[in-house]
C-alpha cells in the first residue's frame, strides 16, 4: 500500500487552472519551501521537492493529460534502464503495440511477426471515504466493503468448467491475430474468434460464463496513516477489478475527504483556531487553554496590551508530518471580545477610567485622530 498525494492538492490549485496560475502557484510554494529560505528543515526540503516534482509534470501539457487520465500510475518507474536510471512508463502502456491498440483499436499494423496477445489487467478502481480531522490526526484502522468483478471460485478464474479445458484457436492457430493483405500491404488484427487470447474454451463455466470473474461483495481493510489530508490518495495493489480469465487484477484508488472541524482549520501541518478573549485579559495579560488534536490542553500566554487579529504559535502541536517525523504547529488567533451585558458596578468602573484617560493607553487610536486632525487642518 502506497499514499499518494494528488498533484493540483499540492500546488493549492484547481484542476481547471491554466499555465499561468500554475507556475504562478509554484514560484510562490517554492519561495516558501526553498531549503536557503528554511534552514536547511527536512520537511519544507521534502515539500519544496514534492512541489517541484508536480510542477515538473503540470506544466507539460501531455505530461499533465496524462496524468488527468492515469494519475500517479501514468509515471511510476518501473523499469531499470541503462546506466543505473529508470525509464517512466506513462500512462501504463507496455509497448508501442499498446498504444495503437488504445487508439485504433487493434494490436499492430504492418507485417511484423504476430504473437499471443498478453492478458489485459482489471481496471482500477476507486472509493471516496470520508473522515474526520481527529482520525487524520492520529490515523486509523478501518474496514470498507465494494461491490466488485472478483475471480470466479467454480473455476478459479481459468473462464472454464471444472474438469474442461481449452483449445488451440482454429482460427489463428493460436498465434492470436491474424494477417489480411490489402494490395501490398498486410494488415495484421486481434484474433475475432479468441479475442486474442491464442485458445478458447470448450465448455465455459456456468458461474460466469467464461469470464472467469463474477461480481461479489468483498471487505477490505484499510490503513490510513497519520497526517493525511484532503485529496491523499491510498492505493491497494491487486484489489481493483479482477482481470478475464485469470489476468491481474488492477488497483483500488481510495481518495480521501476530510470532514470539517467544529474549532480547527488546517493549512498542511499547520492547525488553526480563532479564540476570543475578554478585553481585561488582553489589557492586563493572562493564559487561556486549548485543547489540541493531540488530547493535550495547550496552555496559550497572552501578552498584556494584545490587540485583535494578533497570531500566537505553538510549536509541535500542529498535524503530523504524513509518511515522516515531526509535527505541524497549532496557531491560536486572539479575538478580543467587548463586553455587551455590563453590571452598574463595571459600567461605573468604566466610566473612571475613561476620565483619567491621557491617550497613551491607546497609541493607535492616538495617532489615527491625529491624522484626521491634520487631514482637516483644526
Not at 466488485?148 to 473462464?159: K, L, R
Request: hydrophobic share 30%; net charge negative; charged share 25%.
Amino acid at each position: 500500500m502506497t499514499t499518494e498525494i494528488d498533484y493540483y492538492t499540492l500546488l493549492e490549485i484547481e484542476r481547471t487552472a491554466d499555465g499561468a496560475a500554475i507556475k504562478s502557484a509554484y514560484r510562490k510554494l517554492a519561495m516558501k519551501y526553498h531549503p536557503d529560505k528554511t534552514g536547511g528543515c527536512a520537511e519544507s526540503e521534502a515539500k519544496f521537492k514534492a512541489v517541484s516534482q508536480a510542477y515538473e509534470c503540470l506544466k507539460d501539457p501531455q505530461k499533465r493529460a496524462a496524468y488527468d487520465r492515469f494519475g500517479h500510475a501514468a509515471y511510476t518507474q518501473h523499469e531499470q534502464g541503462g546506466g543505473g536510471g529508470h525509464r517512466a512508463n506513462p500512462g501504463g502502456f507496455s509497448d508501442l503495440g499498446d498504444i495503437f491498440e488504445t487508439i485504433f483499436g487493434q494490436s499492430g499494423f504492418g507485417g511484423g511477426g504476430g504473437g499471443r496477445q498478453q492478458q489485459r489487467r482489471g481496471a482500477d478502481l476507486r472509493y471516496d471515504l470520508e473522515i474526520s480531522l481527529d482520525e487524520a490526526y492520529h490515523g486509523k484502522q478501518t474496514d470498507i466493503e465494494i461491490e466488485v468483478s472478483a475471480a470466479c471460485d467454480t473455476c478459479e478464474g481459468s473462464g472454464a468448467q471444472p474438469g474442461t479445458g481449452v483449445k488451440t484457436c482454429a482460427t489463428c492457430k493460436g498465434h492470436g491475430q491474424v494477417r489480411a493483405q490489402q494490395g501490398f500491404f498486410v494488415v495484421e488484427r486481434t484474433c475475432p474468434s479468441c479475442h486474442g487470447a491464442g485458445q478458447v474454451i470448450e465448455s465455459p463455466c456456468r458461474s460466469c460464463r467464461g469470464e472467469g470473474r463474477v461480481d461479489k461483495a468483498k471487505s477490505l481493510s484499510v490503513n490510513i496513516p497519520a497526517g493525511v489530508d484532503e485529496g491523499t490518495r491510498i492505493r491497494l495493489t491487486g484489489e481493483g477489478e479482477a482481470g478475464a480469465r485469470g489476468a491481474p487484477a488492477g488497483d483500488l484508488y481510495i481518495f480521501l475527504h476530510v470532514k470539517r472541524h467544529s474549532l480547527f482549520e488546517r493549512e498542511g501541518t499547520t492547525l488553526f483556531c480563532r479564540c476570543p478573549v475578554s478585553f481585561t485579559t488582553a489589557s492586563l495579560g493572562g493564559s487561556i487553554e486549548v485543547p489540541g488534536l493531540d488530547g493535550v490542553r495547550h496552555e496559550i500566554k497572552i501578552p498584556a496590551g494584545i490587540q485583535s487579529g494578533k497570531q500566537i504559535r505553538q510549536r509541535g502541536a500542529g498535524m503530523p508530518v504524513l509518511n515522516g517525523r515531526g509535527q505541524g504547529d497549532l496557531v491560536v488567533q486572539i479575538d478580543v471580545e467587548t463586553p455587551t451585558r455590563l453590571t452598574a458596578k463595571q459600567k461605573e468602573l468604566l466610566e473612571a477610567f475613561r476620565e483619567t484617560e491621557t491617550g497613551e493607553e491607546c497609541p493607535a487610536s492616538t495617532g489615527f485622530f491625529g491624522k484626521i486632525k491634520d487631514l482637516w487642518g483644526d
